[in-house]
Structures are given as C-alpha cells and as structure tokens.
C-alpha cells in the first residue's frame, strides 16, 4: 500500500525524540510510502539523518506558541498542497487537530485529552499514566496494525564527524576508564521560573565531590549551563572534572554521552538524548512520572520520591505545579552514588 503520510510535532526535544519507534514502525509497516516529518526548528537537529523518513520539514514553533495566524496559515497551504493521505497528529492540543484539519488530510489520527480529539478522524485516549513511546506507538492500532512493544530504542543519528569531536574531546582532556557523565541543568520548560526538575546545586555538588575522589567526571549542557558548570568547577577545585558545557553542538553532546560509562540526568531533554545514545542511566524524578518519560532500558535507574505530592495535571496540560512543595528534596546523594556504583559495576 503507497500512501503519502505525515508525522506532524511542534515539540520538544525529548517528545520528539519519543517519537522514534513510531516513526521506525511505521516505516516497516508502509515499506513503500513516503512518510514526512514536519517539526518545529528547536528539536529538528535530533531527528536530521533519520533513514526511516523520506524527508524533514523544519517550521518556527513559535507560530503556534506565539499565536502568529498569517505564518500558520502559510504553513497550512504549503501542507495542504502536499495532498498527504494520512496523518499523525502527535501534539495533544485540540488546535493541532484542527489546524490539521483544516490541511485538508482525509485521515487524522491523534489523541484524545478529556474530549480535546475531536478533529482527528481516530483518536486514542490519553489520559492514564502510560509511557510516552506506548502512547506515540498505540496510533498504529487506530491503523489495525498491532505495534511492536519491544520495539522501542530511541533513535539520535550521530555522522562520523560527531562521533570524531566525542573522540578527540575526551583525549585532549584525559578522560579515561570509566568517565561518569552528569547533566547538571536542563529541566526547565519555557515559562517555567524556577528549574523545578533539577536536583538542588548543593546536593549536585556534595555528588560530584565524591565521585570526583575516585572518577573522571564530565559535566554535559549547553549554552544556557556554562555558568552552572563553570561555577561547580570553580567550587570544587577537582582535576577529575570537565565541563562540555557551551563547547558541543547537540548531536556532539550525544557522542560524548554515548562514550560515558553512566549518565546522571534530570527528567530533560538531554535525558531522552542520552537515552538515545547509551542504556546506563541514572535518571531523577520530581514533578513527572517516570513511568511516563524515564529511559527505558532494562539496565538504567529512576529515582522518583514525590508520589504522594504528584500533581498529574503538569503532565497531561503543562499547568505548573506548586513550587513550595520543594520537589526532588527526599532524593539523597547516597543513593545516587549507589545506583551509578551498581551500573558501572554491570
């Protein structure tokens, strides 16, 4: 059967990311259609180089996030004159469905949040807590095709000149052995004021300074975390630690974290990246759910205390939680060495 299909997702990183076994299946099940990726600019480098897509269509987030109607209906002509036959709405907002709607595609498949499906054609449910890549994987039912649940690694295509950068970074700073890659910041969503994902700094620095005795550390970010890592530098004064922070594209991050022994993240978008690279990672949970969003590699480890605090609504609408609740506060450092000891002893 040839059909020409869309997969359609404004973001984020880490959704995005998700979204890779379906993307996966859904080329072993049309081997023959043409299968487009239309996505928003700030996660589209995570999925360039996919094999299973035909093509990727980059577009401004923001003419959603902001509310701009002329460059919206811009990019509803250029979709609607691409005439797809099928389409997997993969943001949960009532307005995607409809904007897909409104490209004119005969069949809209999408989920269904408390009545907000209304515009796809077929819709699944989305409400109780179930991982995110079942949720994106579950479509293919709307399909009558029975998805894969073992099938389910997160795909980051890495080119040989990110895996070179990984290579010569770790040698020009001695990063031998067992080198434990920790992602001190990320977990702040745009209009968020407080990092509310982030283990507190003087917990994330009494870790590092005694890892540090005995391990070379790299501390991974971007742009937006070389104060954070430059700072835990100055502060503790230890030869074993490197910052990467600022000084790596996305994709090298990748590399870097696939060369790690253990990766120490946050629920972020550099935890489904590293998830994508590498099995062993020691994941922490506060406002989220792991069940909905942590690694899910046999081998890895999330730490999550704040059941009885747990506001679901954060998750299913992105309504922020309650600040004073002090989330993350019960995880200890002891037993985030524990866990990286168990994994870079397996």
Known sequence: MKNKILLFKVGALGDVLMTTPLVRQLRKAFPKSEIVYYVGKYAADVINGNKNLDRIEVFDQNIFYKKNPLKALSLRNKIKREKFDLAFVLDKHWSFGLFAKLCGIPLRLGFNRNGEGKYHTHSMIYQQVRHEVHYYLSLLELLSIKPNNEDINLELPLVKKDLTFANSFFKKNKLTGKVIGIVPGGG??????????????????????????????????????????????????????????????????????????VIVCGDSGPMHIASAVNDKIVSLFGPTN???????????????????????????????????????TKITVREVEEAIKRLLLN
């Open 188 to 261: 702040k969503n745009p209009g968020e004021k407080e990092p509310i994902r982030r283990l507190a700094p003087e917990k994330v620095i009494e870790l590092l300074k005694r890892l540090s005795k005995t391990n070379k550390i790299l501390l991974i970010g971007g742009p937006e975390d070389v104060e954070l890592c430059d700072g835990i530098i100055k502060f503790l004064k230890s030869g074993n630690i490197i910052s990467a922070a600022g000084k790596s594209s996305r994709k090298q991050s990748a590399a870097l974290m696939k060369k790690c022994s």
């Open 290 to 328: 792991p069940k909905r969003k942590a690694p899910l590699h046999e081998s890895s480890i999330a730490i999550w205390h704040d059941q009885e605090i747990y506001e679901e609504s954060y998750e299913l609408y992105g309504k922020l939680p309650d600040i004073n609740k002090k989330w993350m």
